[in-house]
């Protein structure tokens, strides 16, 4: 059975850091591509981020790009997502997903096990 559990949100000022953390158990991690996506209240879920299975490869998203940073320890079966220069507009759920045999996709319809969310808010 494949979990992933989420963890790492919180409340931070504009122009702070967080970083979060996806730890994933009952797979081999390793033949699995992680994403990271954010739902803002009222809004849909969008792609943050994506790492292929071994690393090699990351992707961002428009309003992410050099400031978050997405990296994998497959020894420790956890993905994770550093986050700098927080805005509000940040301000969202974030979910880790996982696209087995995938190299890091942005269509979310393609990830098939999703954690359970952690909160991010970020104050202006």
């Known amino acids: 059975q494949v979990r992933l559990v989420a963890s790492g949100g919180g409340l931070v000022q504009a122009g702070g850091s967080l970083r979060l953390s996806c730890a994933a158990s009952g797979v081999t991690f390793s033949s699995y591509a992680m994403g990271w996506f954010r739902q803002a209240p009222g809004k849909e879920r969008d792609f943050v981020a994506a790492?292929?299975?071994?690393?090699?490869?990351?992707y961002y998203g428009d309003p992410v790009k050099g400031r978050f940073t997405i990296s994998r320890d497959n020894a420790k079966s956890t993905v994770y997502l550093q986050m700098n220069s927080l805005k509000p507009e940040d301000t969202a759920v974030y979910y880790c997903?996982?696209?087995?045999w995938g190299s890091g996709s942005r269509n979310r319809n393609l990830y098939g096990w999703w954690g359970q969310g952690t909160q991010v808010t970020v104050s202006s």
């Open positions: 790492i292929s299975d071994g690393g090699g490869n990351t």
């Open positions: 997903a996982a696209e087995r």
